[in-house]
């Protein structure tokens, strides 16, 4: 059975910053998304790391503050967010793909169901 499980997510003042873990368990290596959903928007990509460790992605709007890292002997993928804005809260996912890194959530197959950032003026 495929389980991705994200955690880390919490309440940070603006400038603070917050590192988001995802877990997957029940699947091989494969190619890991960051997406985020705020309220009253479409859930956009935010990051991918190939099952390798290569850095695919990242959206305009964090390049430079956040950095995305994997840890393959636990199964384990790391978003680490700096320098958050209030424009960050959203629901953060982490997502699994067999096909290819993209910023396009039809290629993910698996999904957990998320963890809750919210960042104060």
Do not use: H
Request: glycine share 10%; net charge neutral.
């Amino acid at each position: 059975q495929v389980r991705v499980v994200e955690s880390g997510g919490g309440l940070v003042q603006a400038g603070g910053s917050l590192r988001l873990s995802c877990t997957a368990s029940g699947l091989a290596l494969s190619n890991m998304g960051w997406f985020r959903q705020a309220p009253g928007k479409e859930r956009e990509a935010v990051s991918c790391i190939m099952w390798n460790g290569a850095t695919f992605y990242y959206s305009d709007s964090v390049k430079g503050r956040f950095t995305v890292s994997r840890d393959n002997a636990k199964n384990t993928v790391y978003l680490q967010m700096i320098i958050l804005k209030p424009e960050d809260t959203a629901m953060y996912y982490c997502a699994a793909s067999y096909d290819y890194c993209s910023d396009s959530q039809v290629n993910f197959q698996y999904w957990g169901q998320g963890t809750q950032v919210t960042v104060s003026s």
